[in-house]
């Protein structure tokens, strides 16, 4: 369990927890399954931040809003905006499947890769801007962390394969079984919806957020089924940072 812990840690965020000693697909599942753990770390980590630019200047909430952002994505590492930007460089050549994986696999990022990212960033920031003029902040991008990194489970489960050999997706992918991932789900789902009621927020919206986050992950593997064959570390990443800005959105909305 503790060289599922690092990878989960070592894969997802670049906050020290030590190399694992023993890499394999067992552990690949484990850590996995311990994805939605280290979202809500680094969703406490924003949520702290958020709750004290509210302290120190409680109308600065498009500050509060950009450095929570920030501090989540520079947590993670910028990864999976990165994963982001090559799944959408690949999709929007609309080339063959390996020209596609070839795309994703340079270093490079093209016009729509850097849409994206930019995209991305503005809708998270924006909705969760719009969560803290609520009085939802610190809860609104916990909820939304701990949710995004909770798609993993969902894009390795065991009917998705993997669209190469080698690399992350082949580690991880096909892993997690898919009671497992709507057990994962459910904890989620209570978790996030008792945070929510103990705080005096709405458990619906928290719920709601859940659930579709989830169902962006469960339509960005699709999309990669159809166009690659199955999941990549840079589908992984998409899928993340994809959830984050739905589950924000939710939030932000309902």
């Given amino acids: 369990m503790i060289d599922s812990l690092r990878l989960a840690f070592g894969l997802l965020s670049v906050l020290p927890a030590g190399m ?4 394999d697909r067992t552990v690949g599942r ?3 399954l311990l994805a939605p753990l280290v979202g809500a770390v680094l969703g406490g980590i924003a949520a702290g931040v958020v709750a004290l630019v509210q302290l120190v200047r409680p109308d600065a909430d498009l500050l509060a809003a950009v450095l929570a952002v920030l501090v989540v994505a520079g947590l993670s590492g910028g990864l999976h905006l990165d994963g982001l930007a090559d799944f959408a460089d690949a999709l929007a050549s609309r080339r063959d499947r390996e020209t596609m994986l070839r ?5 490079d990022i093209g016009p729509f890769g850097v849409i994206s990212i930019v995209g991305s960033l503005l809708i998270d ?3 969760l801007t719009a ?6 902040g610190w809860q609104a991008i916990l909820i939304a962390t701990t949710a995004s990194r909770l798609t993993l489970v969902w894009t390795c489960r ?7 050999p080698d690399g992350l997706g082949a580690v991880v992918a096909a892993t997690v079984p898919t009671p497992a991932a709507v057990l994962s789900t459910l904890v989620v789902l209570a978790a996030a919806s008792a945070l929510a009621w103990l705080t005096g927020s709405s458990v619906h919206a928290a719920a709601i957020a859940v659930l579709l986050a989830t169902a962006a992950a469960l339509a960005t593997t699709h999309r990669a089924r159809t166009t690659l064959g199955g999941t990549t570390g ?10 984050l800005a739905v589950a924000l959105t939710a939030l932000a909305l309902v």
């Fill in 20 to 23: 694992p000693s023993h890499v």
């Fill in 30 to 32: 484990r850590a996995m």
């Fill in 103 to 107: 795309i994703m696999k340079q270093s």
């Fill in 125 to 127: 920031i924006a909705a």
């Fill in 131 to 136: 969560c803290i003029q609520s009085g939802f």
């Fill in 158 to 164: 065991t009917t998705v394969p993997s669209a190469r």
């Fill in 234 to 243: 840079d589908v992984l990443g998409a899928a993340i940072e994809l959830a």
